[in-house]
């Protein structure tokens, strides 16, 4: 089921004690005791407690809206934030806090900033309004706004406008880098793909150079492939068609460019462009076919591994499905949960490549080989392309249906077509592309068709 993953609390945040390009020590603290440390850095303890407040909100939304858009690691920086006012907020390393700032700070850490209709932290630049000046919050203005008797949100909304919102008790989480970890191409199916999609098409709103991607549904084909080369031409990285760390982040630190995400005025990111077509946590109870997925490979992996009990293949995550999983990570050393994150999830597809890649030629014969590994898009031309449509010809002799289509091994409209029938005489989600759960499906009613039992 689609999911919107939101920001976060980070645990922590490592802070560069200088200008980003100086050789200075960098340290990682809580963010909590950072935010102390800045708000009594910052402010000034004997204002009144709703300007404080005002300023806490300030200097929270700002380390959020950093870490965010990854505004520094995007440049390869190995920091979320520096301490010069030049370019962020004041950070003394080892500085007292003052008490009630500290009390503050423990109460709404949590809580943060943002636009209507927007998810991402917003912006929230500030200056003292004394010696320096800016657009966004003035610290001696909303002493005087305090004064006055507004109140927090009425101080904020001064400076930032009345389409502000506070988000409050967000999870607090550990925040890693945002890059995968592997390289990205043709082929794979994930949400880190989505992101991908989503990024390039707004990006070639700026530079139409680069082709738009027809469909952000997270599968990496041949046309995201030709969006990711252009990008890369573009701004002078080596022309793969893949999305490695550095085209990763560059596409990021160029999407925040477009978008003014590090702004006052920003275009922002709603919570629809922030929906994932992946469920990044698996557990009891959910259906549908981010489960079969799992208990498909699974499967796979029981049958020539069996020290675990594979689980139906009904696309429900039942109790059977919970304990296969929590028998496969007692194998591999993993928490045994039987919730599938991100960690059980890498390595059962890491297993299900290896196995399949494993296996001898001729393995199958004479029915369908096993899933190949990587998704089918239009424009796809290989020996898996070839098999597929080897076994729709096949099943397109009982289903009239379904289009007869040449077998090529190039992926082309007539097969995209045969695919889009097939899936929807068969209940399945109508891609046109072949994952895991439709080629299951094509390479079972093969083989009931030319070796039934």
Known sequence: MPEAVLPVIPTNITVHLGSPDSQAENVTVPFVDYIKNVASSEIYPTWPEDALRANIYAIITFALNRIYTEWYRSRGYNFDITNSTQFDQAYVKNREVFENIGYIVDEIFNDYVVKFGNIQPYFTQFCNGTTSRCDGLSQWGSVTLAESGLTPFEI???????????????????????????????????????????????????????????????????????????????????????????????????????????????EGITLEEATLPYSTVLSEGMSGIDVKTLQYYLNIIAYFNPFFTPPPLDAYFGPSTTASV?????????????????????????????????????????????YPGYFLTEGTQNEAVRDLQTYLSRIGSVYPEIP?????????????????????????????????VTWDTIAREYNNIVAPN
């Open 156 to 266: 904020l909304q001064n400076y930032y406008g009345d389409d502000i919102r506070i988000v409050e008790d967000a999870p607090i989480e550990e925040v890693e880098e945002s890059y995968p970890g592997t390289p990205i191409r043709v082929g794979a199916a994930s949400n880190d793909v989505k992101i991908i999609q989503n990024q390039l098409n707004r990006i070639a709103d700026n530079y139409p150079a680069i082709p738009k991607i027809a469909s952000e549904n997270g599968i990496f084909g041949t046309d995201t492939e030709a969006a990711v080369r252009k990008f890369q031409e573009i701004f002078a990285l080596e022309v793969t068609g893949i999305v490695d760390k550095a085209t990763w982040y560059q596409i990021k630190r160029y999407y925040v460019g477009v978008k003014g995400l590090t702004e006052l005025v920003s």
């Open 326 to 370: 929590r028998e496969f990570q007692q194998y591999y050393g993993l928490p045994v949960t039987g919730v599938v994150e991100e960690d059980t999830w890498r390595i059962i597809d890491k297993l299900y490549i290896d196995t399949v890649n494993s296996l001898p030629s001729g393995y199958s014969d004479p029915n369908a080989k096993l």
């Open 404 to 436: 007869e289509i040449p077998v090529t091994g190039y992926f082309g409209t007539q097969t995209r077509d045969a695919v889009f029938t097939f899936q929807r005489l068969f209940g399945l989600r109508e891609t046109g592309a072949v994952g895991p």
